[in-house]
């Protein structure tokens, strides 16, 4: 029953700000690495930014220094915050959680989330 719930996508002029937030719930291993991937159109899906239960985090070269990514262990929560918003961000958004035991691993995803950086 592991189901991922994203909001906070939507329409912003380039330079803009938005806050992704993802909701994972169910029964979920406390060791577990959670983050967000995107595709545009006509691309693969790619990664943005993932952060594990420890605390350590991974960032695409793209939005280093301008993406935050942050998390709540307790509630199982992970919050992409993106500032400076450029046109090529626009794309769905993925939440993603990945569970890892000795070599196999479980990944469960969220529906998506439109961003669309525009002027």
């Known amino acids: 029953q592991v189901q991922l719930m994203e909001s906070g996508g939507g329409l912003v002029q380039p330079g803009g700000s938005l806050r992704l937030s993802c909701a994972a719930s169910?029964?979920?291993?406390?060791?577990?690495?959670m983050g967000w991937y995107r595709q545009a159109p006509g691309k693969q899906r790619e990664l943005v930014a993932t952060?594990?239960?420890?605390?350590?985090?991974n960032y695409a070269a793209s939005v280093k220094g301008r993406f935050t990514i942050s998390r709540d262990n307790a509630k199982n929560t992970v919050v992409l915050q993106m500032d400076s918003l450029k046109p090529e961000d626009t794309a769905v958004y993925f939440c993603?959680?990945?569970?890892?035991?000795?070599?196999?691993?479980?990944?469960?995803w969220g529906q998506g989330t439109q961003v669309t950086v525009s002027s």
């Open positions: 952060i594990a239960s420890g605390g350590s985090t």
């Open positions: 993603n959680l990945a569970i890892r035991v000795l070599f196999a691993s479980s990944s469960y």
């Open positions: 169910g029964s979920i291993s406390s060791i577990n690495t």
